[in-house]
């Protein structure tokens, strides 16, 4: 990794004054008329859950994903006239009120010149009933296609530290794979960055499992802050989350499966039992949430080696290995199988 450039205390440094010096001239670079780029969706095996500093999304711990391929969000940027950014989503052009607009003009307010407004074309290519986190593949998406309209030339972990600023999950979806976001010491997030494992794994399977669509009623961003606020058990969880990263990250590098997925569930819950502890409580689950977890364990005491994780939502999303796809497919008719590493 090079060196980064901006490492000051935030007391000294607001995100605009980060934002400039790590752009610095390329700020005021000419845009190309338009640009585009890709981005996928990831799933954290090992959860970010708890922010140390909120302005600039620097997270308490460590976390490691999968990204999911061609699940995720194509972003299209172009050159208006105009005095707002106009943002259309799946086709559908988008209030200025919207909060996914403010969001996204706040980040673009702050990365670009004065004046200089972007028409945004935002495809998920998530199936919205699956329920996915799209800020995380729609913030990294933005980044790289704004690194690619305005010339920026960023190093890969710069990129990464501008998607955080998004939305923390973006900093792990400029990746396919693997990817590890470092928690990170500085007090301007310059070392939080991700960056990709070299394991490839082509026999990994994820399996979303949908229980709803609704959109959930407590966001992540609400959820970390009330769970640090009043859940006791909360204490107990950074020492566990570095755990079960470095767990995680080595059972990737030997292809441990077992102990890789095991490790994933078992944070996951762990991440669900300190919302559940938080006050007033924080349960995403819904009765077929649970119906399907009962489900998942019942298989697993038959012997398939099949493991979930959940985010702050009430969905599934299921963690196998090829050779039992069929048994996977057979028990949830409606699972939709991502191959990650196809
Ligand atoms: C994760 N989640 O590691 C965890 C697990 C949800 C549960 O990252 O406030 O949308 O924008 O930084 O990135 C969701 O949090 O929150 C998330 P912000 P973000 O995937």
């Not at 702050?110 to 699956?130: D, E």
């Not at 986190?133 to 790289?144: K, N, P, Q, R, Y």
């Not at 909360?234 to 059972?251: N, S, V």
Request: glycine residues 6%; aromatic residues 8%; hydrophobic residues 45%.
């Amino acid at each position: 990794m090079g060196t980064i450039k901006a490492a000051v205390a935030p007391s000294k440094i607001s995100v605009k004054q980060w934002v400039d010096r790590v752009l610095d001239d390329a700020k005021f670079n000419v845009p190309a008329a338009k640009a585009s780029a890709y981005a996928p969706s990831n799933i954290a095996l090992s959860k970010y859950w708890g922010k140390r500093e909120a302005s600039f999304n620097l997270p308490v711990t460590g976390s490691v994903s999968i990204s999911l391929a061609g699940h995720g969000t194509h972003t299209k940027l172009c050159v208006i006239d105009g005095p707002k950014h106009q943002v259309t989503l799946n086709g559908k052009g988008l209030d200025e009120r919207d909060s996914f607009v403010i969001k996204l003009s706040q980040w673009l307010d702050r990365v670009l010149p004065n004046n200089l407004k972007l028409g945004v074309t935002t495809v998920n290519t998530v199936p919205t009933a699956a329920g996915l986190a799209s800020s995380a593949s729609g913030f990294a998406a933005l980044t790289l296609a704004t690194n690619n309209l305005m010339g920026w030339n960023l190093p890969q972990h710069q990129l990464s530290a501008l998607a955080r600023l998004g939305s923390g999950s973006a900093s792990r979806s400029l990746w396919h794979g693997f990817v590890k976001w470092h928690a990170g010491q500085l007090p301007d997030g310059s070392d939080s960055v991700a960056h990709p494992l070299e394991q490839q794994w082509p026999n990994l399977r994820v399996g979303l499992l949908t229980v709803s669509s609704h959109t959930k009623a407590v966001s992540s961003r609400e959820g970390m802050a009330r769970t640090i606020a009043t859940s006791k058990l909360y204490k107990q969880w950074p020492q566990q989350a570095q755990d079960d990263l470095a767990t995680i990250e080595a059972a990737i590098a030997m292809g441990d499966f077992e102990t890789m997925a095991k490790t994933a569930e078992h944070n996951a819950m762990s991440m669900h039992a300190t919302m559940a502890a938080a006050w007033p409580p924080l349960v995403y689950w819904q009765p077929e949430s649970l119906a399907q977890m009962q489900k998942v364990w019942q298989l697993r005491a038959q012997g398939l080696p099949l493991y979930l994780t959940m985010d702050a939502g009430p969905n599934l999303k299921l963690l196998f290995e090829a050779k039992h796809q069929a048994d996977v497919v057979s028990a949830f008719e409606t699972v939709e199988i991502i191959t990650p590493f196809s």
